[in-house]
């Protein structure tokens, strides 16, 4: 069997349905349904704050939700946690290994724990190695690997078990471009292989480059959810900035949506040149005034922005309270 | 329960360990150094109580391992809270360990230890001078209830406590603290009476009541019964302190 990422293949080795969590007064989650299924990247975008790492926490057995049902490999994992903690495999947002243990230290213990051993053990933790660059990396201990170098070791104990379903939350924070790479490779050939992941993030290029079937989480809710070229093909308009030194001109420009915030103007169209075109044509000595114009293209960026009416911003969330 | 998943997170303990072994060290080689300095200021207060014929050993031999392995419940907490530090407690949860298998794995080299300890401790107190005239099964009787009772100290200590600062003060400040007050630094005798009135409060107390009414009274191991009952009764209680308050989603602040 094959499968694409945004596959459907199979009955879905996850599927969450009306799960809530609030943590005082604030809601982490609202109510959100989540699938996924065999062989499929299951993108979690969202800004800080959006409930990414509430969802993984709940999936993986740590957090007990408020309402809702998580099935995994269709058992109930609330009621039976252990039954399905051997097909997921979670690498927290939180980089976490043994300090003082070496790579392959680290790799043997999770390994045993997750019931292989011997022969299968050393090969196992062999191909994991290979896959994430550890190999010239195995008898060093974790204390004394950089930040990336951590976050692959983080990673491969994740998939020590071979997990049916993978839970990673940010996986590639931290990471410089070859470990970022590494990992976006490790994702594609695990999905290609038949792993269902669950993939946190909220750099947004990154979903695009693996093809991801993307639930856009904002506040809690699932704001939309969908391939990537679909959602952008259906919410994903450019648009225009244009940021004025003082108040913004006064522009009348019929049948292009405009919306003014202070010293911004945003120029939503499917037209990106004809807006342009117009909006110079219409701004006479306020273009003097002009002091940036951005230009964003149809993209998951966009898609937020038609979706949300904010601009996607990853650090939105800067005075939240407790652990991300 | 597997006990193969407790065996792996054993064997990682003691990999952990290896990296620095000081704290093993420490709680085998320092009761020793200590027995061996005051092993004749200990023999001549024991004339002046009247006993004859006996070695400074006999006291201070089971002295010093009780004060010693008292400081095992912090090792104990160390050993969980260092997960959290390491952000490796919610990876241990999220595996397919359950929190039994866990808590055994994690709990039982401790008291391996403590058997190790005491069992070097005594061995090395025979070549200075100590002699068992009473029962030793009855030594072992309550050297066996003895680690029990350190064992699920170890777990009471991770249910209440919060931080890496508390297990700290608590464990070493705190156990030389009852070691004193149970009459495992000086013996009791030559104590004041409100330390007198206090001491069965602790565990060193018994376990010294024991150790002595078998070592230097050579009682028989009818003596045994009623220390390891009160040893046992206070691991029963903390093993209720542990159940009561343990959570294993709480969050404890290592010394970050
Ligand atoms: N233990 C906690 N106690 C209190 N509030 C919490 C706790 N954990 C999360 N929250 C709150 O729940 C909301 C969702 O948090 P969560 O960590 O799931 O977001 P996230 O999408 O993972 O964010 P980030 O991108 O910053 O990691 C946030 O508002 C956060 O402040
Ligand atoms: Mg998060």
């Not at chain 1, 499929?40 to 049902?69: E, H, M, R, W, Y």
């Not at chain 1, 099935?71 to 980089?95: E, F, K, W, Y």
Request: net charge neutral; charged share 15%; glycine share 10%.
């Amino acid at each position: 069997m094959s499968f694409d990422h945004v596959g459907q293949a199979g009955e879905p080795i996850l599927a969450v349905s009306g799960l809530e969590k609030s943590y005082g007064d604030k809601i982490a989650l609202n109510g959100i349904d989540v699938e996924a299924r065999p062989g499929q990247v299951v993108a979690l975008l969202g800004p800080n704050g959006a409930g990414k790492t509430t969802f993984a926490s709940i999936v993986a057995g740590l957090v007990k939700p408020d309402a809702g049902t998580v099935l995994v490999g269709g058992v109930d994992a609330l009621r039976h946690p252990h039954s399905v903690r051997p097909l997921i495999g979670l690498a927290p947002q939180t980089t976490g290994v043994y300090e003082v243990l070496t790579v392959r230290e680290n790799l043997t213990f999770f390994g045993e724990l997750a019931g292989i051993r011997g022969a299968t053990l050393r090969q196992r933790i062999d191909d994991v190695s290979a896959s994430l660059l550890l190999e010239d990396l195995s008898s060093r201990p974790c204390q004394q690997l950089s930040g990336g170098e951590k976050r692959r070791v983080h990673m491969a104990v994740a998939l020590m078990g071979r997990p049916r379903l993978l839970l990673l939350d940010e996986p590639t924070v931290g990471a410089d471009i070859l470990t970022r790479t590494a990992l976006l490779e490790v994702v594609t050939q695990l999905a290609g292989e038949g792993t269902a992941v669950v993939y946190s993030t909220h750099y947004l290029p990154e979903i695009e480059s693996l093809n991801a079937f993307v639930v856009l989480l904002d506040h809690g809710n699932v704001i939309a959810q969908g391939p990537v070229q679909e959602l952008v093909a259906r919410h994903g308009l450019a648009a225009l900035e244009l940021r004025f030194d003082g108040p913004v001109p006064d522009l009348s420009l019929e049948g292009l949506s405009i919306t003014r915030q202070g010293e911004l103007i945003r120029i939503v169209t499917p037209d990106l040149a004809l807006a342009a075109a117009r909006v110079f044509e219409v701004l006479g000595g306020d273009a003097q005034r002009l002091r940036s114009l951005d230009v964003i293209h149809p993209s998951l960026e966009s898609v937020f922005l038609a979706l949300t009416g904010r601009r996607y911003d990853p650090d939105e969330e800067d005075q939240r309270v407790g652990p991300s | 329960m597997s006990v193969r998943r407790s065996v792996a997170i054993t064997r990682n303990e003691v990999r952990v360990l290896r990296r620095d072994p000081s704290p093993l060290i420490f709680v085998l080689a320092v009761p020793i150094l200590v027995t061996y300095i005051l092993r004749d200021g200990i023999g001549a207060i024991l004339q002046v109580q009247g006993y004859h014929g006996v070695s400074g050993a006999d006291f201070a031999v089971p002295a010093e391992a009780v004060t010693f392995i008292f400081f095992i419940p912090a090792f104990i907490g160390f050993s969980f809270f260092r997960e959290h530090g390491w952000a490796t407690w919610d990876r241990l949860r999220a595996s397919s360990a359950t929190s039994s298998e866990i808590l055994i794995g994690k709990v039982l080299p401790m008291c391996i230890l403590g058997v190790i300890q005491l069992g070097v401790v005594f061995l090395v107190g025979v070549g200075l001078g100590l002699h068992v005239r009473g029962s030793t099964v009855g030594v072992a009787l309550v050297a066996a209830s003895l680690v029990l009772c350190v064992g699920t100290l170890g777990l009471a200590t991770i249910a209440v406590f919060k931080t890496m600062g508390q297990v700290n003060a608590f464990g070493n400040v705190g156990s030389v603290a009852l070691a004193g007050l149970g009459g495992a630094l000086m013996p009791l005798a030559v104590l004041p009476g409100w330390v007198h009135r206090i001491a069965p409060a602790t565990p060193q107390y018994w376990a010294m009541r024991g150790f002595n009414s078998l070592i230097l009274d050579g009682d028989r191991l009818r003596a045994a019964l009623l220390p390891a009952g009160v040893l046992t009764a206070f691991a029963a209680g903390f093993t209720l302190i542990a159940l009561w308050r343990l959570r294993f989603s709480d969050t404890k602040r290592s010394w970050a």
